[in-house]
């Protein structure tokens, strides 16, 4: 669990950037959203029609998914819920203390993120997600060795050999697989307790994100996001796919080490789970751009070291039991262009992967991230001491190094989770009269995407 505090300010706290006037500006940035989503799906579908020479792989474009519009168990809850939280959500943000407020945010978090994958059933949207034959439970009762799995990993990356792993076993470091393997050896088996462990860990994101944000000193912006995690979009793929639980494990990392600057031991557990996550996903190494903005805004350079000696703890662990972390990944570069990248066009992808991200993250956000743009650009300086705009920033950033990397072309709305939800805190900036409204239109992105397309995550 992320440790929770009530407002640490630091001893010279920076003034906040002024969010800049301008809604027809955000409703611009919005419509120019959408234009680009638009254009990623009828592109897509022409890719996708009869006789096409081009294979893009995802039948939902940008999405990786089904075009199947249904409804199911959890369409009620869904909808129940959004509007309880989109009209109390922020009175109750405002008004109750901090633990309380975090501790039912994340409660809220859980049913929000469950009652959208019953949308799609029990065994369709819930159980059967991580227990297809792509998956990491596919593997899981063939790992009777932790130690032998570990130093033959890298052996088993590429594909077109006997024992080739399956496609996300191979394109992950092995990290993401002990996870299962550690849950299958508590007696937790099957999809129902994988998805379960997936969506209580991802959750924390809603928990760690207003921390964060806390612990510079931004109190008012922190209360102010946690009801736009709660609603967020990608709690789609929160619900259930792997990459939620890497979001989860990552956003803490990254609280502790906010959080430091009270308690600098806690730096030391922040690297370790930032550690592991780069164990868990080979492009997480990206999130050292969010680290550094974190560490630039704590002013406390020791944090650094604590956060580094705790993910060297879990490089040279690993290494020790036979992966090394770099002879992966070349590995997985390769195997990657074994497979569907090679069909997938870059020309395509390069920019609608962005689609899919602006789908992911919701109006609120792009509006947020806007005004956060127009803040650097108004006041440089000024911008690079304000947690807000930095972190966003910061996150703008690591998605843009992994969109140009072309490592990553289509299912980017769960890949990237982990940069996604350091968008959040952009909703700060939006001005106080009409958020109900933005808060509104993040749970009816999230309700139309997930009762038109069927997700494959």
């Known amino acids: 669990m992320v440790p929770v505090m009530s407002t640490v300010r630091l001893a010279e706290p920076a003034t906040a950037a002024p969010a800049p006037k301008g809604r027809r500006a955000d409703l611009i940035a919005v419509g120019l959203a959408m234009l680009v989503v638009a254009a990623a799906i009828a592109v897509g579908l022409y890719y996708n029609r009869p006789g ?8 939902a474009p940008p999405l990786f998914g089904l075009w199947l519009p249904h409804v199911g168990p959890g369409s009620i809850a869904a909808v129940v819920l959004a509007i309880l939280v989109v009209t109390r959500g922020p009175a109750l943000a405002a008004r109750l203390s901090w633990r309380p407020l975090l501790a039912l945010g994340y409660v809220t978090a859980l049913a929000w993120t469950f009652s959208l994958a019953m949308i799609d059933g029990w065994a369709r949207g819930f159980t059967g997600r991580l227990a297809t034959e792509h998956e990491y439970l596919h593997e899981v009762p063939g790992i009777t060795d932790i130690p032998r799995m570990l130093s033959e990993f890298s052996s088993r990356i590429l594909d077109f050999q006997p024992n080739s792993w399956t496609t996300h076993v191979s394109g992950h470091p092995p990290g993401a697989t002990l996870v299962f393997v550690w849950l299958d050896r508590l007696g937790l088996q099957g999809g129902a307790w994988a998805s379960t462990l997936v969506v209580l860990v991802g959750c ?51 609280a502790l080490l906010a959080l430091a600057t009270r308690r600098r031991i806690l730096a030391l557990p922040g690297g370790l789970l930032l550690g592991f996550g780069l164990f868990l996903s080979y492009g997480l190494v990206l999130l050292g751009v969010i680290v550094a903005a974190v560490v630039v805004l704590t002013r406390q350079w020791r944090i650094l070291l604590f956060a580094a000696l705790g993910v060297a703890v879990v490089v040279v662990a690993f290494a020790l039991a036979g992966f090394w972390w770099l002879d992966g990944y070349h590995l997985v570069v390769e195997r990657y262009y074994q497979g569907i990248a090679t069909l997938r066009p870059y020309s395509y992808w390069v920019w609608a992967d ?8 919701g109006p609120a956000v792009i509006a947020g991230t806007r005004r956060a743009g127009a803040a650097f650009l108004a ?32 299912e980017v709305e769960r890949i990237w989770l982990p940069f996604e939800v350091w968008l959040l805190p952009a909703v700060a900036l939006l001005p106080s009269p009409g958020r109900r409204w933005w808060l509104a239109a993040s749970a009816a ?11 494959s995550w």
Not at 445 to 455: C, D, I, R, Y
């Open 204 to 254: 924390l994101v809603v928990v760690a994100v207003p921390v964060t944000l806390s612990a510079l000193g931004e109190q008012d912006a922190a209360r102010t996001v946690l009801p736009f995690a709660v609603l967020t979009p990608g709690a789609i793929w929160i619900g259930v796919s792997a990459d939620g639980l890497f979001a989860g494990v990552t956003a803490t990392g990254i």
């Open 52 to 59: 096409s020479d081009v294979v893009i792989y995802a039948f």
């Open 354 to 361: 962005i689609a899919a991200v602006l789908i992911a993250i």
């Open 379 to 410: 006041e440089p300086k000024r911008s690079f001491r304000d947690p807000v705009t930095l972190i966003v920033a910061a996150a703008v950033l690591a998605i843009a190094f992994a969109d140009l990397s072309g490592l990553s072309k289509a």
């Open 445 to 455: 992105t999230a309700l139309v995407v997930n009762h038109l397309v069927l997700t």
